[in-house]
């Protein structure tokens, strides 16, 4: 299931599946006041919690984007042309970045996309081909990380400076690395890698350097937001 903490809230948002549709749930940093917020008969995935703990944004498997306050009342769509997967909150909970994939398979294309917290001023934010997945923006705004498929054979992790417009490619290997996520200093990015026979959990610093596997076992480890 996907999860999103945010420090400041002490709260996370997450997925359980009902026996039929995934459903998004909150409950306390220490696994009490577990509360369901939706109950409907489509998937809903990707929750994120915005930083004050107030509002989560979501997807459901239809591609469409949502907003909804932490109580789960006041379910917003907001109606886009293009589809959404994804979504997190960034520049203070006044802005979304998001996936938005293209076409039959999931090989076909996907670009980065942004826009305000009401579903306002639609922009796409990485113009590259192929496809590009799994933003994360640092805590102030100036960096975005994302996945690149540069060639089929594995995927890479880039950061983009969104004042410069520059690209860093993070990771250079043939291998799969994914899940990209600043740390709350955004000193550090937390992912997931398969270079080691399976998917751990890595750590490098802000410009690809120190990488390090952190947890070294024989399960599949997805990394999560910090």
């Known amino acids: 299931a996907e999860t999103e903490q945010k420090k400041n809230s002490g709260k996370i948002a997450f997925c359980q599946h009902d ?13 009490s006041n577990k ?6 008969k489509v998937d809903k995935r990707y929750p994120d919690l915005s930083s004050d703990g107030r509002k989560i944004v979501y997807v459901t498997n239809d591609g469409k984007l949502w907003v909804m306050d932490s109580d789960g009342d006041n379910n917003v769509h ?5 589809s959404a997967a994804e979504p997190k909150w960034c520049f203070q909970d006044k802005k979304i970045v998001f996936t938005s994939y293209r076409g039959v398979s999931f090989l076909d294309d996907s670009d980065i996309w942004m826009l305000n ?12 081909p192929s496809l590009q997945f ?11 990380l994302f996945v690149d498929v ?21 990771t250079a290997n043939r291998y799969h690395d994914t899940t990209p996520v600043f ?4 000193s550090r990015i937390v992912y997931s890698s398969e270079r080691d026979g399976n998917y ?27």
């Not at 907001?78 to 293009?82: A, C, G, K, T």
């Open 134 to 144: 799994l933003p994360d923006i640092s805590e102030d705004g100036k960096e975005l």
């Open 19 to 31: 026996g039929k549709y995934w459903q998004i749930w909150l409950m306390n940093l220490d696994d």
């Open 200 to 226: 751990d959990i890595w750590i490098m610093d802000k410009f690809g350097q120190n990488q390090k596997n952190l947890t070294h076992r024989p399960a599949f480890d997805s990394s999560s937001v910090i």
């Open 35 to 40: 509360k369901k917020l939706t109950d409907s």
């Open 117 to 128: 917290s009401d579903g306002s001023n639609l922009k796409k934010v990485i113009r590259r």
């Open 78 to 82: 907001f109606p886009l042309n293009i």
């Open 150 to 170: 540069l060639e089929l054979a594995g995927h890479e992790i880039f950061k983009l400076n969104l004042e410069t417009k520059d690209y860093i490619q993070l």
């Open 183 to 186: 740390t709350a200093e955004a």
